[in-house]
């Protein structure tokens, strides 16, 4: 039985002597690009998810996951501090099939087909934010520009004692200034050790110029929405919401 979701994960490799960190030559007919696997998936030599993952995530072929923003996700969960681990098990598949909704919901097919990778004009021209259900990942609102998401967030506090009564969030992570950053690596002091701070990896997905590939997008949105990452959550996962 295949299992989808991992706390932990065993990764082998093609070459040399066998380790828990290398991949080693699977048979497989069906997928003659796949050399191995990570996390219950196949990988291709380039160490990108083969159509087995997408099948699972229930996204389109053209969107290539790299195996390491992944590993990255289940790592930080599994070294987090007691407050901060939500999850005993991260489901990858449902995560990164959950990023596909909202994407595809605030962006178009296709914007998102008319091009293998994207340049700052373009993401930058993208809707800056949404307004969502989390318990169905439904959009009810796109916010096109940095100004409609603060504006829509102002209006959604309660003006006594500032707890939201609608939620918006942006598609990719701003820092402290205001400017874009979709692939963070670090963040602040206050947060150091949780389980969403992970580090996506965003080099795998850009070409020599820079430019960012539709995988690269959808992974970007998943790094920046903690709440579409699914599976088995712990106790503190349960009573934090998130």
Known sequence: MKINSYSTYQITNISKKETNNEIKKVDNKADDKKVGEVLGYGVDKDGFFTSDFNKAAGIPDNYKIHSDSLKSLVEQNNKAH???KRFMEIDIAKSVGNAYKVLS?????????SKEFFNKEDINNLPCGFEIDNSTFSVGKILQTRYDFEDYNDKNIHARDFQRIKGADTLFHYDGDGKMD???VHSDSFSQGYSILWDAKG?????????????????AVLRNNH?????ERTYWGKMSGG
């Not at 919901?105 to 087909?113: G, I, K, M």
């Open 82 to 84: 007691i407050i901060g």
């Open 203 to 219: 080099d795998n997905y850009k070409n020599n110029q820079g430019d960012v590939s539709r995988g690269g997008i959808l992974i």
């Open 105 to 113: 919901q605030v962006v178009s097919e296709d914007f998102l087909n």
């Open 227 to 231: 709440f579409l990452v699914e599976g």
């Open 182 to 184: 979709m692939f963070p």
